[in-house]
């Protein structure tokens, strides 16, 4: 088992930047593939971008690719969301997760989720 808290979420201008930090709790944290998921008010909770367990390889969802990076430290437990060149349509509220296969993009794929980080870029 696993606990997750993200951090790092905010207000920041459209164009702007953010990183987002997942702790992990325990000492399995490098067993679990991960992936950001985030959900708007009104809609569904999509995946941003998904992890495997070393880190080797990472998948992206067409809005953020090229925009946002994933990445793990499996030494701190940590998972990472940078984000840059922000824009109105990520405001929402971010969840990192854990499972245990890779490359899953359906949130009921994962079997444990953080609280959630809401982030709101203004224009």
């Known amino acids: 088992q696993v606990q997750l808290v993200e951090s790092g979420g905010g207000l920041v201008q459209a164009g702007g930047s953010l990183r987002l930090s997942c702790a992990a709790s325990?000492?399995?944290?490098?067993?679990?593939?991960m992936g950001w998921f985030r959900q708007a008010p009104g809609k569904e909770r999509e995946c941003v971008t998904t992890?495997?367990?070393?880190?080797?390889?990472?998948y992206y969802a067409d809005s953020v690719k090229g925009r946002f990076t994933i990445s793990r430290d499996n030494a701190k437990n940590t998972l990472y969301l940078q984000m840059s060149s922000l824009k109105r349509e990520d405001t929402a509220v971010y969840y990192c997760?854990?499972?245990?296969?890779?490359?899953?993009?359906?949130?009921?794929?994962?079997?444990?989720w953080g609280q959630g980080t809401q982030v709101t870029v203004s224009s």
């Open positions: 997760a854990a499972g245990l296969r890779p490359f899953r993009v359906q949130a009921s794929e994962y079997d444990y």
């Open positions: 325990g000492r399995t944290f490098g067993t679990y593939y």
């Open positions: 992890i495997t367990r070393s880190g080797g390889s990472t």
